[in-house]
């Protein structure tokens, strides 16, 4: 931030610049202005704010991740692990800061959630293109999912595009099969637009990572795993405290949008991110 933003005085004038011929130099970066006033609510309800900004905010922590995750992708790819090594660092402060947002939710009553949820009509937080975004990164593929959609060409195209690359694992795996390490074939030449499915194989790789941590040449690649790692588990507090958020607002109710909301939920909080980086544990 440029002198005139501090108000502090420090490094020049006691007095900060107030005269702008135009808007601030702070309102022209953060756009604070546009995201203030992307709040049309649906109902009278006071407590429907909390909740859409609350959404808004999360919105905004997916599209960080995500652009920390595509970083990561694209330096891996590169064999630039140290660059991303810091990428992944970063989203694990932004992880735990999106989790975070469920706390405003999480002592929602039912009665105070049905206040303003008929307003929601069919929206639903499965429809989010830049979570579904975020997913396909670890790995989560699925082509129904960009049906939602097809009525938004260039959300549509994104999505599409995410489905048929590599995800972080992929890309991670691929390091590991380049540094000389037995990944399989039908791993690193799979469809890339399915789900990942755990590979024994991949396991005793990463076995054998494990239960060797200090070997100079491949130090770095547990330290990989272990940030990864993080990652997953990070992944798996997000679902779950959405899982309880939801149960306690709506219990067993069908979700907005016609999901099984709390029944969907719960098979998605039995579920680990890079599979194998869990199981190989039990084998060290």
């Not at 909740?51 to 808004?56: G, M, P, S, Y």
């Not at 330096?75 to 660092?89: G, N, Q, S, Y």
């Not at 293109?129 to 938004?152: D, N, Q």
Request: glycine letters at 6%.
């Amino acid at each position: 931030m440029s002198k005139t933003l501090d108000a502090s005085g420090v490094g020049g004038s006691d007095t900060p610049n107030l005269d702008f011929a135009g808007t601030t130099p702070y309102e022209d970066y953060v756009q604070a202005d546009v995201l203030t006033h992307l709040q049309h609510l649906r109902s009278d309800d006071p407590g429907e704010m909390v909740f859409l900004v609350t959404t808004q905010v999360m919105e905004l922590w997916f599209t960080v991740i995500v652009h920390e995750w595509e970083t990561a992708t694209k330096a891996l790819r590169e064999d630039r692990i140290p660059v991303a090594m810091d990428a992944l660092k970063r989203s694990l402060r932004e992880l735990e800061a999106l989790n975070a947002s469920w706390r405003p939710l999480a002592q929602l009553t039912p009665g105070q959630f049905n206040a303003y949820r008929s307003a929601l009509g069919e929206g639903s937080g499965f429809q989010s293109a830049m979570y579904r975004r975020m997913e396909f990164l670890l790995g989560e593929k699925s082509s129904s999912m960009l049906v939602p959609h097809r009525g938004a060409p260039r959300v549509h195209a994104e999505l599409e595009k995410a489905l048929h690359e590599p995800s972080l694992y992929d890309e991670v795996l691929r390091l590991l099969a380049r540094r000389g390490l037995p990944v399989p074939d039908a791993v690193l030449n799979r469809d890339l637009s399915l789900r990942y499915e755990p590979s024994a194989e991949v396991e005793a790789v990463w076995t054998g990572l494990y239960a060797a941590p200090d070997t100079t040449e491949n130090a770095d690649l547990h330290r990989l795993g272990e940030v990864l790692t993080d990652v997953a588990e990070l992944v798996w507090r997000w679902r779950n405290d959405h899982l309880v958020a939801t149960r306690r607002a709506m219990g067993a109710k069908t979700g907005t949008g016609g999901s099984a909301g709390v029944t969907w939920l719960e098979k998605r909080a039995t579920k680990n991110v890079f599979p194998e980086l869990w199981t190989a544990r039990s084998y060290v």
